[in-house]
C-alpha cells in the first residue's frame, strides 16, 4: 500500500511539473490540498467497516497512470458504443479524457451547456466553485485521489425551465495496448428549477489490458427537477472500477437512478444522494449480473434531511460460478424529517453453490412520525418454476435465463425508452449465455 501510494504522490508531481501557469490557478490549490489528504490517508482494508467484504489489493498491485497519448478515435468508431435505435446527444471521454471531436451535442435548448470538466473550469469558474466538492469528503484514499487528479471529465448545465427530449448518453471508453490506465473523470451535473433530463452513463474496454477508473460524479436536481441517472458498466474481465455518484436533491424534486453493472474483475459502486428539502422523491434501482471470479460492492446511502419526502430502493443481484456479491443500503431518516416514507429491498439468486453474496439493508431513524421498511432474500432458483417451462419443452438453460430476466425484469419496468430498455435486456441475454 506504501509503495502504491508513493507511486501516485511521486507522479502527481511530475504531472504538475507540466502544468506550467495552471498550477497558481485557485482549482489547483483544490488538488494540492487533496494530494496532501491523500498522504495521510490509507486505501480502505478489510478492517474498515464500509469495506469489510471488498479488498481493494488487486488495484494496488498494478502502476496505473493516466495515458501520455490520445487514442486514435473517429466517430465512426463511437457509433459502435451508442444505444441503438435511440436518440441521444453524445458526450465521449477516452481514457477520462472528454473528446469534443468524437462528441455530438447538436440541437441542445439554448443555454445548456456540456463541455468538458478542464474547460469548465476555465469558463465557469463561478458555477465550479459553488458545487464541487460540495457534498464530499476525502473519507478515503479513492476520493482524494480523484480529486488530486482531477483534470478532466464531463459538466452539463441544464438552465431552468428547460426540459431535454433526448437522453445525453455518455460514453466512457477505457484502455490501451502499451500502457496501465488510470481513468479518473469528474462530472458535474446541474439541473435547474423545473427542468427535465436523462443521463445515460455508460463505460466500455478498448483494449485487453488492466485498467483502473476511478470516478466522481457529483449531481445537483434543482426545485421541481427531474433527473434520470443511468449507470452502464460493461467493462472487460480484467478492469477495476470505483465509483461514486453523489447526489443532491431540492424542493420537490424527482431524482431516478439506475446502477447496472455487468463488467469488471473487482467493481465498486457507492450511490449517495441528500434530500435536502421538503417534498423530494428518490428511486434507486440497481441490478449485478456477475460470474467467473467477478466481485460487485454496491453502497448506497439515502438521507433524510427534510420532511415529507419519499424514497423507494430495489437492487438484484444474480451471481454465479464463484462470483461474489456486496450490498449494504442505509436510508438514514435525521430528526426534522418527518414524515418520511422510505422503502429499501434487496434480492440475490445464487446460481451455484460457490456463489456468495453478503447483504446489509439498514435503517437508521432519529425521527418519530415516518413509515419505513427494508428486507433482503438470497436464494437459489425456484426448483418448481424451473421444472415447470421444462415440461413445456423449453431447455434447461433457456428455463432459467427466461425466470432470470423475469426476475429483473421489475427493476427496468418503469424506462419508458424502448431502445435503452432493449438494450440493457439485450446486456442481460448476453451476460447469461450458460
Known sequence: MT???????????KLESKLNGETKSEFHNIRKDAIEVFERLDFPTLKNEEWKYTSVSPILNYGFL???KNEDFNSKQVKDYQITGMKSHIVVLVNGVFREDLSNTNGLPAGTIISGFGKALDDNKLIIKDYFNKNLKNENGF????????????????????????PIQIINLTGSDNELVLSQPRNIIIAGKNSSASIIDTYFSISENETFTNNITEIFAGESSNVKFIKIQNENDKSYHISRTQAEQKRNSV????????????????NNVLLNDEGCETHFFGLYLTDGKQHVDNHTWIDHAKPRCVSNELYKGVLNDSSTGVFNGKVFVRPDAQKTNAYQSNNNILLTKEASVDTKPQLEIYA???????????GQLDDESVF?????????????RVLIRAFADDIF??????????????????????
Request: aromatic share 12%; net charge negative.
Open 66 to 68: 493516466p495515458v501520455s
Open 388 to 400: 415447470y417451462l421444462r415440461s413445456r419443452g423449453i431447455p434447461k438453460d433457456e428455463a432459467i
Open 143 to 166: 476520493v482524494a485521489l480523484n480529486t488530486a487528479y482531477s483534470f478532466d471529465g464531463v459538466f452539463i448545465f441544464i438552465p431552468d425551465n428547460v426540459v431535454i427530449e433526448n
Open 413 to 434: 419496468e418503469n424506462i419508458t425508452n424502448e431502445p435503452l430498455h432493449e438494450h440493457i435486456q439485450k446486456l442481460i441475454f448476453e451476460k447469461l449465455k450458460f
Open 3 to 13: 509503495y502504491t501510494k508513493n507511486w501516485y504522490i511521486d507522479n502527481f508531481k
Open 368 to 378: 418519530d412520525d415516518v413509515r419505513c421498511k427494508h428486507g433482503e432474500t438470497v
Open 255 to 270: 431524482y431516478t437512478t439506475y446502477t447496472i453493472t455487468t463488467g469488471g474483475s473487482l467493481v465498486r459502486n457507492d
